[in-house]
């Protein structure tokens, strides 16, 4: 099962605002989606529910340092994208 990803208008903010600090990243971030979209549970993604107030999220890794927290819609075959940044900012 193949998954679609949503990209939500306040998400496309931050990640213009992300990528202007941090254009290195692009070619990982791409393969993250890429790899998000075939199988979220591939282990580099490191999928993990969140926790307290972020409970209903979940987070994937772009490298051991940034992330990407999104809404994981397994019933529905959809991933909305919420927030991109390091450990600190997106949790």
Do not use: C
Not at 13 to 26: C, E
Not at 51 to 57: F, I, K, P, V
Not at 63 to 72: A, D, G, K, P, W
Request: glycine share 4%; aromatic share 10%; proline share 4%.
């Amino acid at each position: 099962m193949s998954f679609r990803i949503i990209f939500t208008q306040t998400y496309l903010k931050r990640a213009v605002k992300f990528f202007k600090h941090h254009p290195d990243l692009i070619p990982q971030y791409e393969k993250a989606l890429e790899l998000l979209e075939l199988n979220p549970t591939h282990p580099s993604l490191r999928l993990h529910r969140l926790q307290g107030s972020l409970q209903e999220l979940h987070s994937v890794s772009i490298n051991m340092r940034y992330r990407i927290t999104l809404e994981f819609l397994i019933e529905e075959g959809k991933i909305i994208l919420v927030n991109i940044g390091s450990h600190d900012v997106v949790y």
